[in-house]
């Protein structure tokens, strides 16, 4: 029940953020270690992120006076830039939820969502050529991974769970045209799959 909860409040904050708007162009240069910028939303204090040497765009979405949402841009010699990163408040509590990072190319490499909005990072959405290719869950929000979803081309493929969180892999789930085609358990923690059941099975 707590997976299943988990994953429809996730699903909800990835419809939420989908809707929000490009975040202003660049109104400062970004300090190291910049937490609330400005009075606004306060980026996750475990981030890795270096925003120095960056400028940085900001978006008050729910116009309460205070920032929301930043982009982090690189700035070129022409006078332009490239975004490499846009974080999002989106449920307006004074905390970043939502982190998106782009490649050079300005495509959507990976995302990432706090979504039981604690401060860490619950799911990780990774892309290549702006396309999913494997979803990251912590459904128990306890810091480590549980499940993991892959794609080919936008469709699931597979999906491997941790059930009972010991961080081993004991379910597997195979998909053949995005409809679920077999299930594999590992009943005693080896590592392999003890049971299978298919579609087909009566």
Not at 137 to 161: M, P, S
């Amino acid at each position: 029940m707590m997976r299943q909860t988990s994953l429809r409040l996730m699903s909800l904050v990835l419809v939420a953020v989908s809707g929000i708007a490009a975040c202003a162009g660049p109104d400062a240069a970004v300090k190291n270690g910049e937490a609330g910028i400005g009075g606004g939303a306060i980026r996750l204090a475990d981030d890795s992120f270096d925003p120095s040497g960056l400028t940085r765009g900001s978006l008050d979405l729910n116009k309460d006076g205070r920032p929301d949402a930043y982009q982090f841009i690189q700035p070129d010699p022409s006078g332009g830039g490239r975004v490499l990163r846009k974080e999002v408040d989106v449920n307006f509590d004074g905390k970043i939820d939502v982190i998106r990072t782009m490649d050079d190319k300005g495509e959507l490499v990976e995302e990432r969502i706090d979504g039981d909005f604690d401060g860490k990072i619950d799911v990780v959405i990774a892309f290549q050529k702006g396309v999913i290719v494997k979803k990251t869950y912590d459904t128990n929000f306890d810091g480590k991974a549980d499940l993991w979803r892959f794609f080919d081309k936008g469709a699931i493929v597979r999906e491997e769970a941790d059930l009972d969180y010991n961080q081993a892999v004991d379910m597997w789930e195979y998909y053949e045209a995005g409809v679920l085609d077999r299930i594999g358990v590992d009943r005693d923690g080896d590592g392999n799959v003890d049971d299978w059941q298919s579609r087909d099975a009566t």
